[in-house]
């Protein structure tokens, strides 16, 4: 009997291992959202995901519009750009939940250069 339970066993350990792991790289997963500063009007920021799981988020910012913008969120933000230019933005979002985005420069937040991602 013992010798039939044995692989049984094997397997049950191989399984709860594998989801294991296969939970551990959806926690430390990377995802990347395109982000558009100035589009479609000057004072307004496009996402590429509205939603994302938690982990690092990459945000990739530019600017297309003619004044100059940043991107904030989760306590980091861009350098300063001007019209046409791009940054990386490289963001730990362990917590689910609502995390505000929006643009530095003085006015620009309060002319609706801001929003919400959610982080699942």
Do not use: Y
Not at 24 to 43: D, F, Y
Not at 63 to 91: E, M, Q, W, Y
């Amino acid at each position: 009997m013992l010798r039939r339970l044995l692989p049984l066993v094997a397997l049950g350990s191989l399984v709860l291992a594998a989801t294991a792991l296969g939970s551990s790289q959806l926690e430390s997963a990377t995802t990347n959202v395109s982000v558009t500063a100035g589009k479609p009007s000057e004072l307004r920021f496009m996402l590429s995901k509205k939603t994302v799981p938690k982990g690092t988020v990459v945000f990739k910012v530019t600017n297309r519009g003619t004044s100059a913008h940043d991107f904030k969120i989760g306590g980091r933000k861009t350098p300063l750009l001007r019209a046409g230019k791009t940054a990386t933005l490289k963001v730990a979002l362990a917590k689910p939940g609502r995390h505000a985005f929006l643009c530095t420069v003085a006015g620009h937040a309060a002319a609706g250069m801001k929003g919400v991602l959610l982080v699942k």
